[in-house]
């Protein structure tokens, strides 16, 4: 079993910060992307940032210059750190792996159950 834990979600006023986190833990051989998504009410749910095993990293247009994906040295916690925060980003936010589980070897897609971030005044 693998699992994915968020972190980090809340009410924050536009032009704000949050820093989002995510640790993955279980029966993990190697992860190759941790990614988060977002899905705001009545939207589908949208690619945020990923970031691969190598420290490549690819960001929606949305959040450009705005927010940043990094992975700790263990490569088991991705955190996703969001300024200028605009009301528009309102969204549950899910944390998200691809990997490669043991006991049986096999490739997993993993989802953390999400965290709400609210930007409002």
């Known amino acids: 079993q693998v699992h994915l834990v968020e972190s980090g979600g809340g009410l924050v006023q ?11 833990s279980g029966s993990i051989f190697s992860i190759r992307t941790m990614n988060w998504y977002r899905q705001a009410p ?13 420290g490549s990293t690819i960001y929606a247009d949305s959040g450009k210059g705005r927010f940043t994906i990094s ?8 955190d996703l750190q969001m300024n200028s925060l605009k009301p528009e980003d309102t969204a549950v936010y899910y944390c998200y792996a691809y990997m490669i ?16 971030v609210t930007v409002s005044s």
């Open 14 to 24: 536009p032009g704000g910060s949050l820093r989002l986190s995510c640790a993955a």
């Open 42 to 54: 009545g939207k589908q749910r949208e690619l945020v940032a990923l970031i691969t095993s190598g």
């Open 71 to 78: 992975r700790n040295t263990t490569e088991t916690t991705v």
């Open 101 to 116: 589980a043991t006991a049986p070897y096999r490739y997993v897609e993993v989802w953390g159950q999400g965290t709400l």
